[in-house]
């Protein structure tokens, strides 16, 4: 007879990126340089194995470079190591399910987020400076920044602005996330007329257009009026990786362990292992299966997890990185392609989101088959 097992929510699905964007795996961004301008990152595995394709790591709050990042999971490594493995990861630790759509492409990572948690303005225009003296040593093609600046500040004078419009005046590709609150103005780098923003989608994690609604992001017009976000891409049930050797981790693993397990062996198991989790300590002397399983379907949830090494997350931080994966896509089809050229093929391929305002998204929803479609067939 088959172990009865009470049916509760546990583990969420999660739709992988490129089912997510019904994207094809044919190009992998193999070869194209992506400049990650985040907080901060650590070595994961989904950058790192098989191969390394961390070409460097600047650090420029302390303006030092490196030939990787450390393998400590610092405050401030957790959000950049997920930017970068939404743009670039390969999901060596889920089997490649939890891949990017630019699995091959190299990255060049720069952290900006001091020891008090803030990301000042000086040191977002060090990363960029640092970014444009090393173009052609790294081949940066593409700079993902899912970083602002502290000020509201449209006009073309703004020092990030304006290291967006030089680099994109010199060939790199700039991509912005929005920002993640629809009563916030745009900031820079969002508001640089040259960058692509990108805002965000909320497609439900199912594959049903019907289903897309808008992710609460923020809007508005550069100083020439242009209408920011560009695009809108999925911002929200995005799987990222937890980082290794954390307190999170190691409760994430246990919690999957313990939800797999059958009924006769979860009382017995669980008093071994409960104190590498939050579950409620008492419920290491319960026998009361129905309540152990829901208070780990709650955990499960409240934290987020898929599996013993991702979660969901969610924010434009996110959603740009998408964008610049699908960009990196884009340069391996046509390498020839210019800043203005694929900016102008993202837009022309968007789909707008019907019954939504068009201040919100943009052109639309980035449709990453017909943008990598229309960069192939691109002849000036």
């Not at 920002?179 to 040259?194: E, F, H, I, T, Y």
């Not at 209408?227 to 990786?241: E, F």
Request: with cysteine.
């Amino acid at each position: 007879m088959p172990t009865e097992r009470l049916t509760v929510p546990t583990l969420f699905p999660a739709l992988s990126i490129p089912v997510r964007m019904r994207s094809s795996t044919y190009y992998s961004g193999k070869g194209i340089g992506i400049a990650v301008i985040d907080s901060g990152f650590t070595a994961h595995p989904d950058l790192t194995q098989p191969a390394n394709r961390i070409k460097s790591y600047y650090d420029a709050v302390r303006r030092e470079e490196r030939r990787m990042p450390g393998q400590d999971s610092d405050f401030y490594s957790w959000h950049g190591t997920m930017t970068a493995c939404t743009a670039a990861g390969n999901g060596f630790l889920s089997r490649r399910r939890f891949s990017s759509l630019a699995y091959d492409a190299e990255l060049i990572l720069l952290r900006t987020m001091n020891n008090n948690g803030r990301i000042p303005t000086d040191v977002i225009c060090h990363a960029l400076e640092w970014c444009a003296d090393n173009v052609e040593r790294y081949a940066i093609r593409i700079i993902n920044l899912s970083v602002y600046a502290d000020e509201i500040d449209y006009s073309l004078s703004h020092p990030v602005t304006a290291l967006v419009e030089q680099l994109t005046s010199r060939g790199v590709v700039v991509v912005a996330a929005a920002g993640n609150d629809g009563k916030m103005p745009l900031r820079p780098p969002a508001a640089a007329p040259s960058a692509v923003t990108v805002g965000g989608l909320d497609d439900r994690n199912t594959m049903n257009l019907h289903d897309n609604i808008l992710y609460d992001s923020s809007f508005g017009n550069t100083i020439h009026g242009q209408l920011k976000p560009d695009l809108i891409a999925p911002a929200i049930w995005l799987p990222a990786p937890i980082l290794l050797n954390t307190a999170t981790q190691t409760e994430a693993a246990t919690l999957c362990a313990l939800d797999a397990l059958p009924n006769e062996k979860l009382a017995l198991v669980l008093p071994l292992l409960i104190d590498d989790t939050s579950l409620p300590p008492d419920l290491a002397q319960s026998k009361d299966i129905a309540r152990i399983r829901s208070c780990i379907a709650e955990r499960l949830a409240e934290e987020k997890i898929i599996s013993p090494h991702y979660k969901h997350v969610d924010g434009t931080s996110f959603a740009a990185p998408i964008v610049a994966s699908v960009i990196a896509q884009m340069l391996e089809a046509n390498r020839s392609l210019t800043p203005v050229e694929i900016k102008q093929i993202l837009i022309k391929s968007a789909k707008p989101l019907e019954h939504f305002p068009q201040s919100r998204q943009g052109h639309g929803m980035l449709d990453a088959v017909d943008a990598v479609e229309k960069a192939l067939r691109f002849s000036q």
